[in-house]
């Protein structure tokens, strides 16, 4: 367990170090060959570390199953308190395992590939996928999408990433349940993606904040969902804001131009 915390250690501190270094660059405008290289190398370093800690999490994470497998069958007091720490150390494993997930999604650097896509055709097929979930969770999902929007240019692998963030963030957002509406429309141009929810809302401090590495106002949340969303909308030429209000919920706005 100690060789698996410390690698985690050191995937963690080669994040921040890629991170910090990657803002620091982009501040600068274009270095020389030298700092290019320095930055190839940590790209290397901080995304091979995450692969590379993903295998033991896995096998730490099948192992403990089993273990509370065997647990289960034990009906003595220690195996009930045996059983609820390995339970305990499946929930951390997980949690690490998100945070290494975020990661890789938000520092990978792929090169888009664009083709004309259906916007609603894009939104229903990721509202699709998570409703279930919502349902579980006592979340209501309405859908309105507005008939005939002209085809947008996407990365559709990425979009949907993106939007898959974005109802994620919805629906934690509602830990109680509440609504979940998803609009498409046409407007000054260009074709716009609202994710609203019903939930807790964004206090005023926060809002300058939401879309910062790192920043979360969740408890074990890593920070990297809504920068990666802004990150893929901005890389379609796009642009995302939010309006909220505490108390009553969320509004995402994703706009996206017809050409770039």
Do not use: W
């Not at 150390?89 to 259906?118: C, M, N, T, Y």
């Not at 996407?154 to 994620?168: G, W």
């Amino acid at each position: 367990m100690l060789k698996y915390i410390t690698v985690s250690f050191i995937v963690v501190v080669a994040a921040f170090l890629y991170l910090f270094y990657r803002r620091r660059s982009k501040g600068k405008g274009r270095g020389t060959e030298k700092d290019a290289l320095f930055s190839s190398c940590l790209d290397s370093l901080a995304l091979g570390l995450a692969h590379e800690i993903r295998n033991p999490l896995s096998i730490l994470s099948v192992n403990l199953q089993l273990l509370e497998e065997e647990i289960s069958d034990t009906a003595n007091g220690r195996g009930e308190t045996v059983r609820m720490r390995v339970q305990g150390l499946k929930r951390e494993v997980q949690r690490l395992d998100d945070v290494v997930s975020d990661f890789l999604r938000f520092a990978r650097d792929e090169r888009p590939r664009f083709a004309e896509q259906d916007v609603n055709e894009v939104v229903d097929e990721v509202v699709d996928f998570v409703a279930p979930e919502a349902r579980k969770n006592d979340i209501e999902v309405d859908r309105r999408y507005e008939p005939g929007l002209p085809p947008v240019r996407l990365d559709i692998n990425l979009f949907k990433q993106a939007l898959l963030n974005m109802i994620i963030n919805a629906q934690q957002a509602m830990p109680g349940g509440g609504k979940l509406l998803v609009r498409t429309a046409y407007k000054d141009g260009q074709v716009q993606i609202e994710i609203a929810d019903t939930g807790t809302g964004i206090r005023n401090a926060e809002f300058k904040k939401i879309f910062e590495v790192y920043y979360s106002t969740r408890e074990n949340g890593t920070g990297l969902g809504l920068p990666t969303v802004k990150r893929i909308v901005e890389g379609h030429g796009g642009t995302i804001s939010v309006e909220s209000e505490q108390g009553k919920g969320s509004n995402f706005i994703v706009r996206l131009p017809l050409e770039r």
